[in-house]
């Protein structure tokens, strides 16, 4: 039986993200633009008071886009700073999605794999 995964382009992904969070009434910016169909997508969200958290898109074995965090969102605000650094000089592909949000919510829909708060 032949199964094709269909998975939406990185670029549509992240401008729908911004939509939801502004439409929430959130901030968020695209601080990395990158690959259009396949880049990969790291998502921080900002507490605004020195605190900060990443997360980051991945497939999982059944075909479905979901994210894992990378740093608790209690994480300090320089070490995502430094991670989203790192991820970007590694691949120059990565999409990167600030969220300003003092409850630290993320606003991601799907499966989130690992501990945010």
């Known amino acids: 039986m032949f199964f094709m995964s ?3 382009k990185s670029e549509l ?3 729908s993200l911004v939509r939801r969070v502004q439409a929430a009434m959130g901030a968020a910016y695209v601080l990395r633009r990158g690959d259009k169909d396949a880049g990969g997508i790291y998502v921080r969200v900002n ?9 980051n898109m991945f ?8 994210f894992r965090v990378v740093l608790p969102v209690d994480s300090d605000e320089a070490e995502s ?20 949000d003092a409850r630290g919510r993320h606003f991601l829909e799907g499966r ?5 708060d």
């Open 81 to 100: 700073d430094a991670l989203i650094e790192r991820e970007m000089q590694r691949d120059p592909d990565i999409w990167v999605v600030d969220i300003e």
């Open 6 to 8: 269909l998975r939406l």
């Open 13 to 15: 992904y992240v401008q």
């Open 47 to 55: 507490r605004l008071d020195g605190t900060a958290g990443v997360l």
């Open 112 to 116: 989130i794999e690992g501990v945010w």
């Open 59 to 66: 497939t999982d074995m059944d075909g479905a886009q979901s």
